[in-house]
């Protein structure tokens, strides 16, 4: 059986490759290029450097293995970069990590490889795929710390049939001693971090670069009386407490949050903590990892990628899925995607579009 | 890898020759800076100024017109660079539009400091018209420079007639050779040749060492500053031992080079024959009338070059999707579209260069696996993405 290693140059998708190799597989190491060249601010961190490149290939030499590097940056500047660009525009709050998995390595990458004559697709992912009475299903990591699921849950059925995830059994500082012991150079590489085409981690500014200057309001949600202004009210997300610029304290000295905006975006909804809990939450689009759930079916929902679960009842219709939280849940912000667990399994997900008290 | 590899990529590097290899040992186990003027520093010297008089006897040169260099990039952009500075009141550059990067990089970033570029013109199978040369040959051209042969399609330019033309127009005429030495007489001493580089490793010589032949009445400014080594044109400590590798090579390269080319041009005319005849749809890019020896260049509709190649590489077959310095720009090769090729048709391009170490078996093996590898590599699509080195 052939496998496609898409190889980071990280710790993890280098002992997810050399297991697949040591178990027999005929594996290939792939790197992505996914950052344009010469095309500023990918940097020194974050993902897909030349030094990532590197040592990725590196990996491949000590394995064994065949090396190429695939560019892909036009796909995953159009379907990653753009989208997260514009869905903040659209006042939405996007992951880029989901979405990369969903169109970049599990699906332009998965289709290349079959095409290719490949079987799948291995990546360092901490995620866990279980054959199980109703077909593949996808679990939690046994690293609950490095569990990586959440981002994983949007694959739909062949998606999840040409992936591999060799690490979903094994904690990190495991697969740290286990590259070591194989002495692969990269088992002591820091973690990457945030997002991969953002390294200095300022969100914000990357905005303003993209999307400019577009001065909104900040209005309190209570009385509707206009607080401040704000010079990118797009790069705010519900929940956010920090960069709001209220120089007014509010009447009982309070914090005072992102609650949500009004239609046309320009007019960010402010207010204290207690307005941004929510027990119902609405969304679209799901995909489901194997059947759909049934009628109030009890699950746990995560809403970020390393949120707490939070103990539901699901309700489904159609493209509609609606989770009612037994305990309010603080920051939800539509666009993020809403994951429903049995257990340790991924039942499935959707996009948040709205919630509700 | 226990699988037999069949190595058809020696456009891109050949091995290097036995008696080459001996040579660069022997040579490297003496200390001495050949610019020393004790005695390890003039043996090593010796080596270095031997070595250059073989190169420049088999050239058809004076010793003093051969350039050591670090490859055939630095020879490349010595030539055009140092030419254009010292012609400061003669700003125009003429080139053609299937040069290696080597030249068509310093070209365009001259060009970028405010020179003029005429952009000569090639027909469909890439060679440069001589009367379009004469034609751009005005008084403001600091250079002119025409690869003798193409590294991607091979085809071989009609350079006597060219370097004649600039003779007559008082012209300087570079000419990049590294893919033609070996191949082809390459007569360095032609009237109107200025300056003409070669690559070491592309003639069974190690990778890292070049040659600039350079006319001793030419004048170019340094691109690279100290010693003065070499001829004051060239700074850094001569590499003795790769010099008589270099040497080595060179005299096996003219000697040896018209038993080479009819040996591998049999292999190729069957290479050529059997793409064509095994694999619906193939299209030669290269023609045997007009491309040097061992290149089969060829196109696959529907296929992408890439993916053909990691196909192959699978399967023990090493070529190549064109040069291999192209790197990390997801467009197809210059050379081609220069040629009038279809975008999408050019993606979908394989290099086959064959060398000193190719034999019938290798083009047997070729044939053998290119037919299903480009059934599967059309399954995979047209090209949206492409591999990067």
């Known amino acids: 059986m052939r496998l496609i290693a898409a190889l980071s140059g990280g710790v993890d998708s280098s002992v997810a490759a050399a297991r697949s190799v040591d178990a027999g597989y005929e594996v290939v190491g792939i790197h992505l290029a996914l950052a344009r060249s010469g095309n500023g601010p990918a940097g020194s961190r974050g993902c897909c450097t030349p030094e990532d490149a590197r040592d990725a290939r590196r990996v491949a030499d000590v394995l064994g293995i065949p090396f190429y590097v695939w560019d892909l940056s036009a796909e995953f500047q159009r379907d990653v970069i753009d989208d997260f660009v514009q869905s903040y525009d659209e006042g939405l709050t996007p992951n880029p990590c989901i979405r990369c998995n969903e169109k970049i390595k599990f699906a332009a990458v998965l289709d290349r490889a079959l095409a290719l004559g490949f079987e799948g697709v291995v990546t360092g992912h901490y995620a866990r795929i279980v054959e199980g009475p109703g077909g593949r299903e996808l679990h939690r990591a046994i690293d609950q710390t490095k569990d990586q699921s959440y981002v994983l849950a949007v694959l739909d059925e062949p998606q999840l049939a040409g992936a591999h995830f060799p690490l979903g059994d094994t904690r990190k500082a495991d697969v740290r001693a286990e590259a070591a012991g194989r002495g692969l150079r990269v088992a002591d590489k820091p973690d990457s971090h945030d997002i991969c085409f953002i390294p200095d981690a300022d969100t914000e500014g990357y905005l303003r670069r993209r999307l400019g200057d577009r001065e909104g309001q900040l209005v309190d949600a209570v009385s509707g009386e206009t607080l401040g202004m704000h010079a990118a009210t797009y790069a705010l997300t519900v929940g956010q407490r920090r960069g709001l610029g209220l120089t007014v304290p509010s009447d009982d000295g309070a914090r005072r949050y992102v609650i949500g905006r009004e239609e046309d975006g320009m007019r960010v909804l402010v207010g204290t903590e207690q307005l941004l809990s929510v027990r119902r939450i609405e969304g679209r689009g799901p995909i489901w990892c194997g059947p759909s759930p049934k009628p109030g079916a009890r699950v746990a929902v995560q809403i970020r990628a390393h949120g707490q679960p939070l103990r539901a009842t699901l309700e489904v219709d159609g493209g509609t899925v609606i989770a009612h939280l037994d305990e309010p849940a603080r920051g939800v912000a539509p666009g993020q995607t809403l994951v429903a667990y049995d257990g340790t399994r991924v039942v499935g997900s959707a996009t948040i579009v709205g919630s509700s008290a | ?389």
């Open chain 2, 1 to 389: 890898m226990t699988q037999p590899r069949t190595y058809v990529d020696h456009a891109a590097s050949t091995p290097m020759l036995p008696s080459a290899a001996d040579a660069w040992q022997r040579a490297s186990r003496h200390v001495g800076n050949p610019s020393s003027l004790h005695g390890s520093g003039r043996a090593a010297r010796r080596i270095v100024e031997e070595s250059r008089e073989s190169i420049a006897d088999d050239l058809g040169m004076r010793p003093s017109e051969v350039i050591f260099t670090a490859g055939g990039t630095e020879a490349d952009n010595l030539a055009i660079k140092g030419l254009a500075w010292a012609a400061p009141d003669r700003p125009r550059i003429v080139c053609s539009p299937i040069e290696h990067r080597a030249v068509l990089d310093p070209v365009e970033w001259l060009g970028e400091q405010g020179r003029p570029i005429t952009w000569l013109g090639v027909d469909a199978v890439g060679r440069v018209s001589v009367d379009d040369v004469i034609a751009h040959l005005d008084v403001d051209v600091a250079l002119c420079t025409v690869m003798w042969a193409n590294n991607e399609v091979g085809t071989i330019q009609p350079i006597a007639e060219i370097a004649a033309a600039c003779a007559d127009a008082g012209v300087p005429f570079h000419t990049d050779a590294v893919q033609a030495l070996g191949q082809l007489p390459v007569d360095a001493g032609r009237r109107g040749i200025t300056s003409l580089a070669l690559s070491g490793h592309k003639i069974g010589a190690p990778v890292g060492v070049g040659v600039l032949v350079l006319d001793r009445d030419a004048r170019v400014v340094p691109v690279l500053h100290g010693g003065g080594q070499e001829r004051d044109v060239r700074s850094g400590t001569v590499d003795a031992a790769s010099s008589a590798a270099m040497a080595v090579a060179v005299r096996h390269a003219v000697t040896e080079h018209q038993a080479h080319a009819e040996r591998i041009a049999g292999l190729r005319d069957a290479l050529a024959a059997g793409i064509v005849g095994r694999v619906p749809g193939a299209v030669l890019n290269s023609t045997a009338e007009v491309s040097l020896p061992g290149h089969v260049h060829a196109s696959f509709p529907g296929c992408e070059g890439d993916a053909l190649l990691m196909l192959l590489d699978a399967s023990g077959v090493e070529c190549s999707t064109g040069s291999a310095c192209t790197s990390g720009v997801p467009e197809p090769s210059h050379v081609l579209l220069a040629m009038g090729v279809d975008p999408a048709l050019a993606r979908g391009s394989l290099r086959f260069s064959l060398g000193r170490t190719s034999t019938p078996d290798d083009v047997e093996r070729i044939l053998d696996v290119l037919p299903r590898a480009v059934e599967r590599a059309s399954r995979a699509g047209s090209p949206t993405f492409r591999t990067v080195s």
